[in-house]
C-alpha cells in the first residue's frame, strides 16, 4: 500500500480539522434547470425498482452517455464529448481516490447507500478542474431523524445468485448514527469448451456518526463523520470472442482467460462541519482521506506478441482443436495503489435578494503502479502450466497536487438573474519511474488555469430561460508528453417549463475545444505502457441538443408516470493524426466514443397496491472502422421491466427482468474480440421497512 496510508488513530486525531459536505444552497440558474431535469430520487418506485445496486439506466436518465461494459463491472461514462476532466463525486467529495493520477480508474458507487443522483454537463467554477467538463454527484443515504429506522432488502436471480443489503439508522437528542451492509454474489458457468465460470463478489460498508451544536455553541451546526468500505472481485476477462463463437455463445470465454480477474479494495474516511454563522450565511468544509488498492490478472499476449483479431481466431482453433503442442501465452499482473487526500471549504452569504458563494480546495494524490508479467502454456487439455516465475515489466509513481478557489456572485432582480463566477486552479504533477519503465518518461510540471463564467437568466410563471458562456479547463496528467491543458469555450441556451405534473426541459449547447485529453477508457484494450499515457486531440468539437419530459397522468383508480431524456450530439475531429491511443482519425470524422443519440425512456401504471414499469435504453452506433483496433457496435436497444406489489405500507415484493428481449448486446467490439453485455436476467425480491 501507498505510504500516504493514513491509519484510523491518526484519522481520529484530526477530528477538529475535519470538514463537512457542501450544502446545495448556492446554484446557478442553469444549474437548477439541471437539477430539476438531471436529478433522479432513487427513492421513486418507478427508479427504485429497476436500480437497487446497478447503476446504467439510472445514469443514462440523468443526461450522461453511458458506454457498455460486461455485466457486473462499471461503466465509463462522457459528458458531451469529454471523457476526462468529468468529476465523479459523492456527497461532493471526490469518489475516485486519485482523479488527477489516477484518470484510467473508472467506478461508480454501490446505488444501495445512494439517496439520489445529480449531473451537472457543463463547468461548474466551484468545481475545478476535474469537474471543468462536468460532473456526477451521488448524494448517500441521511440518518435518520427517527430513534430507529431500518431497510432490508433482499433479491435472487434464476440462478440463485444473493444480493442483501441492510441500512439501520436513528437521532437519539442531538447524536445520531447510520451504518449500512450489502453483499452481492454471482457465479456464472462462461465456459466454451472447458469448465469456466464468470465471478463476481462485493461487500460494501457504510457507517455514518454525527451530531449537532456542541453546548455553548453560537452558532447552529452539524458535525459527522463517515467511513465507506467496499470490496469487489471480477473474474470476468478482457479477452472477447471471434464473430462466430460470439453468435454461438456470447457470454462464453476462452479457457486461456481462466485465471483473469479484477479486484479492487476503496476505503474513504471524511468528516463534516456545518456552521450556520448567521440567517445570512453558511459555512461548511470537508477534510477526507481515501484508498484504492487494485489488483488484477489479464491475457495479453500469445507468442509474446499482444492478442488482435488475428491471433484471437488463433486461440479460437486451438480451443476448438487443440493440439500436444500447446500454446504459449502471458498474462499482465497488475499490484496498484492510489490514495487521495484534501481539504475544500465553502461559504454562502446573502445580501438582500443577491447572493455570494467563495470556495477553496486543496488536494494531493498519488498513483502507484507496478505490472509484472507471468507466462504460461495452454495445454491441450485446455488447462495452464506455469512457464516462469512472475517478473516485472513496469514501475512508476505519479503524484499530483491541486490548488481550486473560486467566487461566484448571484445577483437578482425581479425576474432577472445575472450570474458571475471565477475559478482558478493551479497543479502540479510529477512522475517518477522505477524499474523495467524504460518506454517511459519521467515528468515534473505545473500548470494553472482560469474558469470564467457568465450567465443572464430570466423566469417568467412557468418558463426560466437562461443563456451561458464559460470556460472550461482541464490540467494535463503526467503522461500527458505535450504537457496541454485541455481547454474549451462552452456555450448553452437552457430552457424550462413546469406547469402541475408536466415539467420538460430543453438545453442546446456547443463545446469548443482547443484541446481535448483522451486516456485509455472505452472501446480498446490497453496494455500497460498506453495505460500510462495521455494524448491531445485538437480542434474537436462537440454540439447538441438535451431533451428531458417527465409527466404523470392521474386518473380516479391508476396513475400513468412517463419519462423520456433524448440527447442528440454532433462531434468532429478537428484534424487528421494518429496516436497511441486513439488510432488514426480524419478531420470532420465522429468521435468513436460518442453516439449521435442516445435514449432513455420509461413508462408505468399504478393502481393500487400494484404497479408495473417497462424502462428503455437507445443508443446509435459507436466505435468507427477507420479507428484501429476499435470495430464498431452497431446501434442497440435494451428493455427492462419491472413489477412490485406493497404488501403493506412498510413490505413490499417486486420482480425485475433485465434486457426482456434477451438481445446479444455487446460491450465491447474491438481488436480483442467481442465482449457481451447481460444476457435476460430475472431478479424477485423483497424490502421491508422497520
Same mark, same amino acid.
Given at each position: 500500500m501507498?505510504?500516504?496510508? #493514513?491509519?484510523?488513530? =491518526?484519522?481520529?486525531?484530526?477530528?477538529?480539522?475535519m470538514?463537512g459536505? &457542501?450544502?446545495?444552497?448556492?446554484?446557478?440558474?442553469?444549474?437548477?434547470?439541471?437539477?430539476?431535469?438531471?436529478?433522479?430520487d432513487?427513492?421513486?418506485?418507478e427508479?427504485?425498482? &429497476?436500480?437497487?445496486?446497478?447503476?446504467?439506466?439510472?445514469?443514462?436518465k440523468?443526461?450522461?452517455?453511458?458506454?457498455?461494459n /460486461?455485466?457486473?463491472?462499471?461503466?465509463?461514462?462522457?459528458?458531451?464529448g469529454?471523457?476526462?476532466?468529468?468529476?465523479?463525486?459523492?456527497?461532493?467529495?471526490f469518489?475516485?481516490?486519485?482523479?488527477?493520477?489516477?484518470?484510467?480508474?473508472?467506478?461508480?458507487?454501490?446505488?444501495?447507500?445512494?439517496?439520489?443522483?445529480s449531473?451537472?454537463?457543463? $463547468?461548474?467554477?466551484?468545481?475545478?478542474?476535474?469537474? @471543468?467538463?462536468?460532473?456526477l454527484?451521488?448524494v448517500?443515504? %441521511?440518518?435518520?431523524?427517527?430513534?430507529?429506522?431500518?431497510?432490508?432488502?433482499?433479491?435472487?436471480d434464476?440462478?440463485?445468485?444473493?444480493?442483501?443489503?441492510?441500512?439501520?439508522?436513528?437521532t437519539?437528542?442531538?447524536?445520531g448514527?447510520?451504518?449500512?451492509?450489502?453483499?452481492?454474489?454471482?457465479?456464472?458457468?462462461?465456459?466454451?469448451?472447458?469448465?469456466?465460470?464468470?465471478?463476481?463478489?462485493?461487500?460494501d460498508?457504510?457507517?455514518?456518526?454525527?451530531?449537532?451544536?456542541?453546548?455553548?455553541?453560537?452558532?447552529?451546526q452539524?458535525?459527522?463523520?463517515?467511513?465507506?468500505f467496499?470490496?469487489t472481485?471480477?473474474?470476468?476477462?478482457?479477452?472477447g470472442?471471434?464473430?462466430?463463437?460470439?453468435?454461438?455463445?456470447?457470454?462464453?470465454?476462452?479457457?486461456?482467460?481462466?485465471?483473469?480477474f479484477?479486484?479492487? %479494495?476503496?476505503?474513504?474516511?471524511?468528516?463534516?462541519?456545518?456552521?450556520?454563522?448567521?440567517?445570512?450565511?453558511?459555512? $461548511?468544509?470537508?477534510f477526507?482521506?481515501q484508498? &484504492?488498492?487494485?489488483?488484477?490478472?489479464?491475457?495479453?499476449?500469445i507468442?509474446?506478441?499482444?492478442?488482435?483479431?488475428?491471433?484471437l481466431?488463433?486461440?479460437?482453433? &486451438?480451443?476448438?482443436?487443440?493440439?500436444?503442442?500447446?500454446?504459449?501465452?502471458?498474462?499482465?499482473?497488475?499490484?496498484?495503489? #492510489?490514495?487521495?487526500?484534501?481539504?475544500?471549504?465553502? !461559504?454562502?452569504?446573502?445580501?438582500?435578494?443577491? +447572493? /455570494?458563494?467563495?470556495?477553496?480546495?486543496?488536494?494531493?494524490?498519488k498513483?502507484e503502479?507496478?505490472?509484472a508479467?507471468?507466462?504460461?502454456l495452454?495445454?491441450?487439455?485446455? !488447462?495452464?502450466?506455469t512457464?516462469?516465475?512472475?517478473?516485472?515489466?513496469?514501475?512508476?509513481?505519479?503524484?499530483?497536487?491541486?490548488?481550486?478557489? *473560486?467566487?461566484n456572485t448571484?445577483?437578482?432582480?425581479?425576474?432577472w *438573474?445575472?450570474?458571475?463566477?471565477?475559478?482558478?486552479?493551479?497543479?502540479? /504533477?510529477?512522475?517518477e519511474?522505477?524499474?523495467?519503465?524504460?518506454?517511459?518518461?519521467a515528468?515534473?510540471?505545473?500548470?494553472?488555469?482560469?474558469?470564467?463564467?457568465?450567465?443572464?437568466?430570466?423566469?417568467?410563471?412557468?418558463?426560466?430561460?437562461?443563456?451561458?458562456? %464559460?470556460?472550461?479547463?482541464?490540467?494535463?496528467? @503526467?503522461?500527458?508528453?505535450e504537457?496541454? @491543458?485541455q481547454?474549451?469555450?462552452q456555450?448553452?441556451?437552457a430552457?424550462?417549463?413546469?406547469?402541475? $405534473?408536466?415539467?420538460?426541459?430543453?438545453?442546446?449547447?456547443?463545446?469548443?475545444?482547443?484541446?481535448?485529453?483522451m486516456?485509455?477508457?472505452?472501446?480498446?484494450?490497453?496494455?500497460? /505502457?498506453?495505460?500510462?499515457?495521455?494524448?491531445?486531440?485538437?480542434?474537436?468539437?462537440?454540439?447538441?441538443t438535451?431533451?428531458t419530459?417527465d409527466?404523470?397522468?392521474?386518473?380516479?383508480?391508476?396513475?400513468i408516470?412517463m419519462?423520456?431524456?433524448? *440527447?442528440?450530439?454532433q462531434?468532429?475531429f478537428?484534424?487528421?493524426?494518429?496516436?497511441?491511443?486513439?488510432?488514426?482519425?480524419?478531420?470532420?470524422?465522429?468521435?468513436?466514443?460518442?453516439?449521435?443519440?442516445?435514449?432513455?425512456?420509461?413508462?408505468?401504471?399504478?393502481?393500487?397496491?400494484?404497479?408495473? #414499469?417497462?424502462?428503455?435504453?437507445?443508443? $446509435?452506433?459507436t466505435?468507427?472502422?477507420?479507428?484501429?483496433?476499435?470495430?464498431?457496435?452497431?446501434?442497440?436497444?435494451?428493455?427492462?421491466?419491472?413489477?412490485q406489489?406493497? =404488501?403493506?405500507?412498510?413490505? %413490499?415484493?417486486?420482480?425485475?427482468?433485465?434486457?426482456?428481449?434477451? +438481445?446479444?448486446?455487446?460491450?465491447?467490439?474491438?481488436?480483442?474480440?467481442?465482449?457481451?453485455?447481460?444476457?435476460?436476467?430475472?431478479?424477485?425480491?423483497y424490502q421491508?421497512?422497520?
Open positions: 501507498s505510504d500516504r496510508s #493514513f491509519s484510523v488513530s =491518526m484519522v481520529a486525531s484530526a477530528v477538529l480539522l470538514l459536505s &457542501f450544502p446545495s444552497v448556492a446554484s446557478t440558474v442553469t444549474e437548477s434547470i439541471e437539477d430539476k431535469n438531471s436529478r433522479i432513487l427513492q421513486q418506485d427508479v427504485s425498482v &429497476f436500480h437497487y445496486r446497478q447503476s446504467v439506466n439510472v445514469l443514462a440523468a443526461g450522461v452517455t453511458v458506454h457498455p /460486461v455485466e457486473h463491472a462499471p461503466n465509463a461514462l462522457s459528458i458531451r469529454a471523457t476526462n476532466g468529468v468529476a465523479i463525486l459523492q456527497d461532493n467529495i469518489y475516485l481516490a486519485a482523479p488527477y493520477s489516477g484518470q484510467n480508474l473508472v467506478s461508480q458507487p454501490n446505488l444501495f447507500f445512494q439517496s439520489a443522483i449531473t451537472n454537463k457543463h $463547468s461548474n467554477v466551484n468545481s475545478g478542474g476535474q469537474g @471543468a467538463f462536468g460532473q454527484n451521488y448517500t443515504a %441521511k440518518i435518520s431523524e427517527r430513534e430507529t429506522d431500518a431497510i432490508f432488502n433482499i433479491e435472487a434464476q440462478d440463485g445468485s444473493p444480493a442483501g443489503g441492510l441500512i439501520v439508522s436513528g437519539t437528542k442531538q447524536y448514527m447510520l451504518l449500512g451492509v450489502d453483499y452481492q454474489k454471482n457465479d456464472t458457468e462462461a465456459g466454451l469448451n472447458s469448465s469456466i465460470d464468470n465471478k463476481h463478489q462485493t461487500t460498508i457504510l457507517f455514518k456518526i454525527n451530531a449537532d451544536s456542541l453546548v455553548g455553541a453560537r452558532n447552529p452539524k458535525t459527522e463523520f463517515s467511513y465507506h467496499t470490496d472481485t471480477l473474474d470476468n476477462s478482457d479477452i470472442l471471434t464473430l462466430a463463437d460470439f453468435a454461438a455463445s456470447a457470454h462464453s470465454r476462452y479457457a486461456v482467460t481462466t485465471l483473469d479484477d479486484q479492487g %479494495k476503496r476505503q474513504r474516511y471524511a468528516l463534516a462541519h456545518q456552521v450556520n454563522l448567521s440567517g445570512q450565511s453558511i459555512m $461548511s468544509t470537508d477526507y482521506y484508498s &484504492f488498492a487494485q489488483r488484477g490478472h489479464n491475457t495479453l499476449t507468442n509474446d506478441e499482444v492478442i488482435n483479431r488475428q491471433l481466431q488463433v486461440l479460437s482453433d &486451438f480451443e476448438s482443436n487443440p493440439t500436444s503442442q500447446g500454446l504459449a501465452t502471458s498474462a499482465a499482473v497488475a499490484n496498484n495503489d #492510489f490514495d487521495g487526500f484534501g481539504m475544500q471549504t465553502k !461559504g454562502v452569504s446573502l445580501y438582500g435578494a443577491h +447572493e /455570494v458563494t467563495y470556495q477553496a480546495r486543496y488536494h494531493s494524490d498513483a503502479m507496478k505490472v508479467k507471468i507466462d504460461y495452454l495445454n491441450e487439455d485446455l !488447462g495452464l502450466n512457464l516462469d516465475a512472475q517478473y516485472g515489466v513496469g514501475d512508476y509513481t505519479d503524484d499530483a497536487d491541486a490548488f481550486t478557489t *473560486s467566487v448571484k445577483l437578482n432582480y425581479d425576474a *438573474s445575472v450570474n458571475v463566477g471565477l475559478g482558478y486552479e493551479n497543479v502540479s /504533477v510529477t512522475r519511474l522505477g524499474d523495467y519503465a524504460d518506454l517511459l518518461t515528468a515534473d510540471f505545473s500548470d494553472d488555469g482560469w474558469l470564467p463564467s457568465l450567465e443572464l437568466a430570466y423566469k417568467k410563471d412557468a418558463w426560466l430561460l437562461a443563456l451561458s458562456a %464559460k470556460q472550461a479547463w482541464t490540467a494535463a496528467g @503526467a503522461g500527458n508528453a504537457q496541454l @491543458a481547454e474549451a469555450l456555450y448553452q441556451l430552457l424550462q417549463y413546469q406547469q402541475g $405534473s408536466l415539467n420538460v426541459g430543453l438545453t442546446t449547447y456547443i463545446h469548443d475545444f482547443d484541446n481535448q485529453h486516456t485509455c477508457k472505452w472501446g480498446v484494450h490497453c496494455i500497460p /505502457v498506453q495505460e500510462a499515457v495521455q494524448v491531445n486531440l485538437k480542434d474537436v468539437s462537440v454540439s447538441g438535451d431533451l419530459i409527466y404523470k397522468l392521474d386518473f380516479n383508480r391508476f396513475s408516470p419519462g423520456l431524456d433524448y *440527447s442528440y450530439t462531434s468532429e478537428g484534424q487528421s493524426s494518429c496516436d497511441i491511443i486513439v488510432g488514426c482519425y480524419a478531420a470532420g470524422q465522429s468521435l468513436p466514443w460518442v453516439p449521435e443519440q442516445q435514449i432513455s425512456a420509461n413508462i408505468g401504471l399504478v393502481i393500487g397496491q400494484f404497479s408495473i #414499469f417497462a424502462n428503455g435504453l437507445y443508443q $446509435s452506433e466505435g468507427s472502422t477507420f479507428v484501429p483496433g476499435n470495430y464498431g457496435i452497431d446501434s442497440q436497444l435494451k428493455i427492462d421491466l419491472a413489477a406489489y406493497q =404488501m403493506t405500507q412498510a413490505h %413490499k415484493v417486486y420482480v425485475r427482468i433485465e434486457n426482456v428481449l434477451d +438481445e446479444a448486446l455487446i460491450a465491447k467490439n474491438y481488436q480483442m474480440g467481442m465482449l457481451s453485455q447481460a444476457e435476460m436476467t430475472t431478479y424477485i425480491g421491508g421497512q422497520f
